[in-house]
């Protein structure tokens, strides 16, 4: 299995970014997927998941209306629109395979930095 995560970077409140993640190694389409991210100094903070066929979505309360995860089976490849970018939303984004609190293998992760 592998999760190799990409898109972030700095940007300015009130910016966007567009995360992605490509997955190998297991069958895509068969997996729930999710957003975890971790700000400097905190814990992992659930962010948004997804079912394996992109048709349910959910998010933590502090993301929901500004962040839309999104899958393309087909490209085995997971996203994360981010608009709307506020500072604490600075952190170290990775994709997980598994709904919610169900992980088990993670990406590398990319990091999101929203300053002035």
């Known amino acids: 299995v592998q999760l190799v995560e990409s898109g972030g970077g700095m940007v300015q409140p009130g910016g966007s970014l567009r995360l992605s993640c490509a997955a190998s190694?297991?069958?895509?389409?068969?997996?729930?997927m999710s957003w975890v991210r971790q700000a400097p100094g905190k814990g992992l903070e659930w962010v948004s998941d997804?079912?394996?066929?992109?048709?349910?979505?959910y998010y933590a309360d502090s993301v929901k209306g500004r962040f839309t995860i999104s899958r393309d089976n087909a490209k085995n490849t997971l996203y994360l629109q981010m608009n709307s970018l506020k500072p604490e939303d600075t952190a170290l984004y990775y994709c997980?395979?598994?709904?919610?609190?169900?992980?088990?293998?993670w990406g590398q992760g990319t990091r999101v930095t929203v300053s002035s």
């Open positions: 997804i079912n394996s066929g992109g048709g349910s979505t």
């Open positions: 190694g297991f069958t895509f389409s068969s997996y729930y």
């Open positions: 997980a395979r598994g709904p919610m609190e169900e992980y088990d293998y």
